[in-house]
């Protein structure tokens, strides 16, 4: 935003006997204080006299989060992309009637501690680069003329992988889950996390024509990344209840109904409340679907390629568990040293 000429500017609202008071300064620095019944009354004030005293639009942070909603809109991300980016950077932004302009580092660093006290280390630091990139794209678009957030460094040391069930466990759990599979759509969404390692948006974003061949295979079209676009094979355990969910629906429809990503996880942090065994998340039981194929014998890059990662070390680094990493090395070592390959 344009500094105002000679020192003009626009201070406020503030609360003032239950009303909002607004302080036009003058080049002297003289204080003018005008009084308004309302918030919303006090800050259009203080949007026009600025707008006026700079000779551009003022936006308030509100403002700049609908039009950055309208670019990620543009850009042809998808609709539950942009609610979760939206409800992230206005947890992170509490002050949304506040003039874009007036986001300092201070501010912006108080934004980030208030949110560092609230929320979980990888919560924090996730909704830190959003906003980050929040505000590089205000700087590219000419609302602000510097970057506020660029010196607020993300704090605490981010978990790698989520806490999984142990094989007796994971089989207490699959028991339960197949008890309530046939009359409850969640649970199959639940056993679907383990059986087939899909990310939760991928679970609850199928439509019944994704459910091909019988039901033996299930069609990723679109996902987080390029190699998520898959197609994956169906459990033949599996098959009966994802027919079910089709009936009676047009292929367009979504297979599970409409639901926010974290059902899943409901879901099986439900069944392991039922089943006795210690609560885990949807994302931990990908990873326990990673762990349990390598031990198997599935190669790193077919674990890899099923759960749609571009690289193996993503699967290693944040799935599957080390010690299936280096038992299965060690079998193929020994495999190869006893002339196989």
Request: aromatic share 6%; net charge positive; proline share 4%.
């Amino acid at each position: 935003m344009a500094r105002p000429r000679s020192g003009e500017r626009v201070l406020g609202p503030y609360p003032h006997r239950k009303q909002w008071r607004v302080f036009v300064v003058d080049e002297r620095g003289q204080k003018t204080p005008e009084t308004y019944e309302t918030e919303e009354e006090a800050t259009d004030v203080v949007r026009s006299l600025t707008k006026l005293l700079t000779g551009e639009e003022a936006l308030t942070v509100e403002d700049a989060l609908s039009q950055y909603e309208e670019h990620l809109h543009d850009k042809g991300n998808k609709e539950r992309s942009i609610d979760t980016t939206l409800g992230r950077l206005k947890a992170f932004f509490s002050e949304r009637g506040l003039l874009v302009g007036r986001l300092t580092p201070a501010r912006c660093q108080g934004y980030y501690d208030a949110l560092r006290e609230k929320v979980a280390v990888d919560t924090h630091r996730n909704t830190l680069a959003q906003a980050k990139t929040f505000t590089r794209w205000c700087k590219s678009k000419g609302i602000i003329s510097k970057d506020p957030l660029a010196a607020v460094e993300g704090k605490g040391r981010r978990k790698k992988g989520k806490e999984q069930l142990r094989i007796d466990e994971a089989r207490k759990w699959c028991k339960k889950a197949h008890e309530l599979a046939s009359g409850e759509a969640g649970a199959v969404a639940a056993l679907i996390t383990l059986l087939m390692g899909l990310r939760a948006s991928e679970i609850v974003e199928r439509v019944v024509r994704d459910v091909d061949d019988g039901g033996r295979l299930l069609w990723i079209p679109d996902s987080k990344t390029e190699a998520g676009k898959r197609t994956v094979k169906v459990p033949e355990e599996l098959r009966p209840y994802l027919l079910q969910l089709c009936e009676g629906k047009k292929g367009n429809e979504l297979l599970f109904g409409k639901h926010w990503r974290d059902w899943p996880r409901e879901w099986v942090q439900r069944i392991c409340g039922l089943a006795k065994v210690p609560r885990v998340t949807a994302h931990g039981m990908r990873g326990l679907h990673a762990t349990l194929g390598e031990e198997s014998g599935a190669t790193p890059e077919m674990v890899a390629t099923t759960l749609g990662h571009v690289s193996v070390s993503t699967t290693h680094a944040h799935y599957t568990k080390r010690s299936a990493v280096d038992g299965a090395r060690q079998e193929r070592m020994l495999t190869v040293l006893e002339g196989g390959r």
